[in-house]
C-alpha cells in the first residue's frame, strides 16, 4: 500500500508541473539538505520559513501572470530565503 502512495503522490507532482504550476519547494527534502540530519530542531526550524517562502513564492509567480516561468517563483523563494537570519546563507542547489 506504501509504494502505491508513493507512486500516486509523485504523479500528482508531475501533473502540476506539466500545468504550469509552480512545483512547489519540497520544504521536507529541502529541508534536510541544508540542516544536520542527526539534529532534528535544525530540520524543525527549517520547515516554517521554508513553507512560507514557498507560498510567497507561489503568489509572486501567480501576480506575474507567467504560470510557465518558474525562474520567477525561484527568484522569489530565493529572495525571501535570504532574509531568514538562520538559512539565508544557503542556497537551493538546483
Not at 44 to 61: M, N, T
Amino acid at each position: 500500500a506504501e509504494h502505491g502512495d508513493g507512486a500516486d503522490h509523485h504523479g500528482t507532482e508531475q501533473s502540476a508541473h506539466k500545468s504550469g504550476n509552480y512545483a512547489q519547494v519540497n520544504c521536507g527534502t529541502y529541508c534536510r539538505t541544508v540542516s544536520d540530519d542527526r539534529i532534528d530542531e535544525k530540520y524543525e526550524e527549517c520547515l516554517g520559513p521554508c513553507f512560507k517562502c514557498s507560498q510567497v513564492a507561489i503568489r509572486e509567480q501567480a501576480s506575474a501572470h507567467k504560470s510557465g516561468d518558474e525562474q520567477i517563483a525561484r527568484q522569489s523563494f530565493e529572495q525571501c530565503w535570504a532574509n531568514i537570519p538562520t538559512f539565508g546563507a544557503f542556497k537551493i542547489s538546483k
